[in-house]
């Protein structure tokens, strides 16, 4: 399998970036964790490039946030000087080139000076820029102001549709997988392009995934690769108690009527509307019916991943509030007692 996957199903956002490229001053990519956004900047880049521009790529990271042009030092070299001759000769640095493209990778991530170079090499026109960002994660008002002052337009990056993502993962396997395979990956990564490679990898690892006469078939119930137990668990660290026990809740539980997580959580909201980290919504759906809202992960594998980091968390946890009314439970799944199994003493959840 080669070890870069190819790009697949992002012909309609490569015309548009193409065209944002073209003819405006560059783009904002903004996605949710794990679906693309610096895939597609960098390929940007590369065909940038292969055409004859000068091309400078830059990656924001909390590490190096704390430092005055933090993101930028590794590819610019800028003298000491005030911050306005930092400011000035770092955007000069930037510029310096023919048709020079300038990716900038988590720019959410900024340092503010770093903000601040980019946003006046937007300004005076001195570059093309492709730039990434999570959506909704906080940021620069120096990065906000690219899109909210119409300096950049701004592309949400959806995960993959349904068929792009079966139509990837053969690409990668070099040959289709069978239609429960197929099924299956779709329901426990609903096109989220990391999810999806951390999924075939360990999958593969395991042997599970295997090659019967050209045709992969998938065999067994999938366990979670430790790159994405990592980044589970990398991202429920930086959760408030209050924001943990709303996704515990749902990832042992979901689906769950929004009324009973709420019930079950004790709070008139799951998050306070600003409060609300990027991931929730995007790793969330909430569909209506006859019984009301309900509340479920996106992916199995992000769900399955929550629960199987979630040993300490869960086991330590209080126990829950009252249990929720037969009427509050109404089932939403097969599993009509899911709600009585959803605290688990050991860390997987059993399945109903
Ligand atoms: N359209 C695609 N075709 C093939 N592989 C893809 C595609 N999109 C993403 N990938 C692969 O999926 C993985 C995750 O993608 P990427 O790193 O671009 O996500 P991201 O949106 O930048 O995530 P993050 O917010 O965590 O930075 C990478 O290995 C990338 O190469
Ligand atoms: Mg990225």
């Known amino acids: 399998m080669p070890a870069a996957w190819p790009l697949v199903g992002r012909s309609k956002e490569w015309e548009f970036v193409a065209d944002a490229m073209g003819r405006q001053r560059g783009i904002v990519l903004a996605g949710a964790a794990g679906v693309g956004k610096t895939r ?3 390929e940007v880049l590369q065909a940038a490039a292969r055409r004859g521009s000068t091309t400078r790529w830059a990656f924001a990271s909390a590490s190096a946030r704390g430092l005055p042009l933090g993101a930028l030092s590794p590819i610019i070299s800028v003298t000491d000087g005030n911050p306005a001759q930092l400011l000035r000769h770092a955007t000069d640095a930037l510029a310096a080139g023919t048709d020079v493209v300038v990716g ?6 900024l340092d503010e000076l770093s903000a601040l170079v980019l946003y006046q090499l937007v300004g005076a026109g001195a570059a093309k820029v492709i730039v990434t960002v999570r959506t909704g994660e906080p940021a620069p008002a120096a990065v906000t102001a690219l899109w909210e002052g119409s300096l950049l337009p701004r592309l949400e990056i959806q995960p993959l549709p349904e068929a792009a993502t079966a139509e990837l993962v053969a690409a990668a396997l070099g040959g289709p997988v069978d239609s429960n395979g197929t099924a299956k990956l779709w329901s426990m990564t609903h096109g989220n392009a990391l999810f999806l490679r951390q999924l075939v990898l360990g999958e593969l690892d395991a042997g599970r995934l295997v ?13 979670v690769s430790p790159v994405l137990a990592e980044l589970v668990r990398a991202r429920m660290g930086g959760l408030t108690d209050q924001a943990r026990e709303v996704v515990d809740v749902l990832a042992l539980g979901e689906p769950l009527g929004t ?3 709420v019930d079950l959580t004790g709070k008139k909201q799951p998050y306070g509307r600003r409060k609300r980290p990027a991931w929730w919504a995007s790793s969330r759906t909430v569909t209506g019916g006859r019984r009301g809202l309900r509340t479920r992960f996106m992916g199995k594998y992000a769900e399955t991943a929550l629960v199987s980091c979630a040993p300490a968390g869960c086991a330590a946890r209080s126990p829950p509030r009252a249990p929720p009314t ?3 439970a109404a089932p939403t799944t097969p599993c009509a ?7 688990p003493t050991s860390p997987r959840t059993p399945r109903c």
Do not use: M
């Not at 900038?104 to 991530?109: P, W």
């Not at 007692?337 to 605290?343: Q, T, V, Y």
């Open 40 to 42: 597609l900047a960098r």
């Open 104 to 109: 900038v990778d988590d720019a959410h991530l």
């Open 211 to 223: 090659d019967v006469g050209g045709v992969w078939r998938w065999s067994g119930a999938a366990g």
């Open 259 to 261: 009324e009973l997580l």
């Open 326 to 328: 037969p009427a509050a």
């Open 337 to 343: 007692a899911r709600s009585s199994c959803w605290i």
